[in-house]
């Protein structure tokens, strides 16, 4: 029996579901019971009937599935996988932020902590993000914590006044403006689609700019051929399998996240032999954190 088949009967004998993120590694995906961007696996995480939850991805994902599924189980195929990202922001400045507006409404991507989301009105992701702020009444934004969705939210909706925050992802950041031009010299014929957590020079650049499943479904809608593909490159996978007569190009360096690459197939089959990896959380933090992220959902579908 090779790793593919022990993975499919553990699934099976064990009750367990996986849950993949796009910038996971290909193989991993394919074995994957559903792959997809943030938004899309905390919608299907409250859909799914089994027990066990098993997340290929970082860990800000399982305790989103924990909070929206606390009578589930859910474990992580590596559990050192993290987010940078979701750690640059603290409770004291959202406190010092409520402090100084009195109309604000803490707006925390979902790439942030279970702890965060505690302190948070709402949570968004970067492909509901622009509806969900719209459809909020506050006037004062604070959004927390990457700085380059904030600003290109901000854009969206020039009647809110918005307060940043300094945080972001390093590999959107490493994608820069020169790498974008050069790589339009070499491809002259290709689109640029870009992530908005990309720094706003880069997305000036860009021919469109979605989130990382509105990406895949431009590429997949449009017919040209080649694009140059500005966010994580575990994205090429889905976008190969769905389009492979198209061509996908970096901006000619790797576009590379190491924590989500930790994820392998055997790190995902040894989980399912001894669960281990399981995500705890305390009643108290799941109910608390779960408020923003069923406003989000609510908010989403306005």
């Keep these: 029996m090779d790793i593919k088949e022990e993975i ?48 290929a991805g970082v860990s800000f ?24 990202m979701a750690h640059m922001i603290d409770i004291d400045k959202i406190e010092q932020v409520r402090k100084e507006y009195e109309d604000v409404a803490v707006v925390c991507y979902v790439n942030s902590t279970a702890e965060i989301k505690t302190h948070s009105d709402v949570c968004v992701t970067s492909s509901n993000a622009v509806k ?41 950041k490493s994608i820069e403006a020169n790498l974008v031009q050069n790589a339009k010299k070499i491809h002259p014929d290709a689109l640029v689609l870009a992530h908005p957590e990309c720094t706003g020079d880069v997305l000036e650049l860009a021919d ?59 790190k995902v089959v040894e989980v399912l032999r001894n669960p281990t990896n399981e995500i705890v959380l305390e009643k108290e933090t799941i109910e608390k954190a779960n408020v923003p992220l069923e406003r989000m959902l609510e908010l989403a579908e306005i």
């Design 8 to 55: 499919a009967q553990l699934k099976q004998q064990k009750d367990f579901v996986i849950l993949a993120h796009y910038y996971v590694d290909g193989k991993v995906q394919e074995i994957a019971d559903y792959v997809g961007d943030s938004y899309y696996l905390s919608k299907v995480a409250t859909e799914i009937p089994n027990k066990n939850i098993l997340f």
């Design 208 to 266: 469109f700019v979605g989130s990382t499943s509105q990406i895949i479904d431009y590429a997949t809608e449009s017919t040209n051929e080649k694009f140059i593909i500005c966010t994580e490159m575990g994205v090429f996978y889905e976008l190969s399998q769905k389009n492979p007569d198209k061509k996908f190009y970096s901006v000619g360096h790797r576009q590379f996240c190491p924590n989500m690459k930790k994820i392998s197939l055997e």
């Design 61 to 84: 994902m399982g305790e989103s599935a924990k909070i929206l599924n606390p009578e589930k189980n859910v474990y992580m195929a590596d559990s050192t996988a993290d987010c940078p």
């Design 132 to 172: 969900v702020v719209r459809n909020l009444k506050n006037k004062y934004i604070f959004f927390i914590p990457d700085n380059n969705l904030g600003h290109y939210v901000a854009q969206q909706i020039p009647e809110k006044e918005f307060i940043f925050h300094d945080g972001f992802c390093h590999v959107h």
